[in-house]
């Protein structure tokens, strides 16, 4: 069931949002060479509890993975992109560190991801880093009342195959509100003018993520940790959006 949210609900999501948004910011300039994972895991932990915000991860527990996820922040390094559990990891020079986080303030979801680079960056990174974030700004262009769900994924995926990269359909964007995944499903690839139309009020998360050189993927032992399944370098970018009566307003940006 996919559910319109009204001005007030989606100014509630704002909120949540834009703690998101300050969240990632702060754990972005705390990335250095040096920092362990499991430092940037309780920074988030922290920031939460202060805010009396609510972690959609923790004892998330969805068919695909082993057993609750009991951290409030996926961290993936280098050749892992999705779900990545925060583990003993030290950041090294030239690491790339996506980190991915959904919370709900008073009820209401907001989820965000972000890919950096830690240290001297590798300009074939910094290439794969940059796709993904011109891919999702895409497809928040195409996400327009009147136009289909199709049209947000044919502008993401038309920036990622332009560039050379193969897209993974098996993950992507979603809806979101009261909970941290509603329908519809946002696939990274797909054709323009078919799909539901989008009307004001739904509400998305619109996440293309990439690896240099594959569209196939592995799970770690864990469950959880998706890695490329050639060990190549992934990135991820993710907002979360309202469709509005003329441009998509980015509830996850500050």
Request: charged share 25%; proline share 4%.
């Amino acid at each position: 069931m996919i559910e319109l949210k009204s001005p007030e609900e989606v100014a509630a999501m704002r909120v949540t949002g834009r703690f998101i948004a300050e969240l990632l910011d702060d754990l972005a300039g705390r990335a250095q060479i040096g920092v362990n994972l499991l430092d940037l895991e309780m920074r988030a932990r922290q920031l939460i509890e202060e805010r009396g915000a609510v972690s959609c991860y923790w004892d998330y527990e969805p068919s695909f993975g082993r057993g609750p996820f009991r951290n409030v922040i996926c961290l993936s390094v280098n050749d892992a992109v999705l779900h990545g559990l925060p583990h003993h990891h030290v950041l090294a020079d030239g690491d790339v560190l996506s980190m991915d986080i959904a919370v709900a303030i008073d009820g209401w979801v907001a989820d965000s991801a972000r890919t950096v680079i830690v240290g001297t960056p590798r300009s074939d990174d910094e290439r794969l880093v940059e796709t993904t974030r011109a891919a999702l700004v895409a497809g928040i262009a195409a996400a327009r009342a009147g136009n289909r769900l199709g049209d947000i994924s044919a502008a993401i995926g038309e920036i990622c195959t332009s560039r050379g990269y193969l897209v993974n359909t098996e993950f992507g964007g979603h809806g979101l509100g009261r909970t941290m995944h509603e329908d519809p499903h946002v696939p990274n690839l797909g054709r323009a003018g078919h799909g539901m139309r989008l009307r004001p009020g739904l509400t998305l998360a619109l996440e293309p993520w990439l690896a240099q050189r594959t569209s196939q993927i592995v799970y770690d032992p864990d469950g959880w940790t998706i890695r490329s399944a050639d060990g190549s370098r992934t990135a991820h970018s993710e907002h979360t959006i309202a469709i509005t009566e003329g441009d998509a307003e980015v509830l996850t940006a500050l």
